[in-house]
Nanobody, 116 residues
């Protein structure tokens, strides 16, 4: 069982920045991918960014060049630095961990609202 807790959401004006953090606890494999997904109003959940335990990253097209994902393997944490935020970035952001065993875990979500 893996438990994920997100923090750092909030309200920000367009062009501003926010940093999301997620801490994982429980039975965590040393080989895994951690990432962020988001779900906007009336939209499907979409990938924002993912980072493997080896440091490889992948970003959704809409956030490339604006968001940066990072992780601390020793602390089992992942962070998402979001810059140049746009109103269309408004969504609930979910932390995710995919273990090599195939177990997928989700956090409870944190709201990010970008005002125009």
């Amino acid at each position: 069982q893996v438990h994920l807790v997100e923090s750092g959401g909030g309200l920000v004006q367009a062009g501003g920045s926010l940093r999301l953090s997620c801490a994982a606890s429980g039975s965590i494999s040393s080989l895994n991918a951690m990432g962020w997904y988001r779900q906007g109003p009336g939209k499907q959940r979409e990938l924002v960014a993912v980072i493997t335990s080896g440091g490889s990253t992948h970003y959704g097209d809409s956030v490339k060049g604006r968001f940066t994902i990072s992780r601390d393997n020793n602390k089992n944490t992942v962070a998402l630095q979001m810059n140049s935020l746009k109103p269309e970035d408004t969504a609930v952001y979910y932390c995710n961990l995919d273990s090599i065993s195939g177990l997928r875990s989700w956090g409870q979500g944190t709201q990010v609202t970008v005002s125009s």
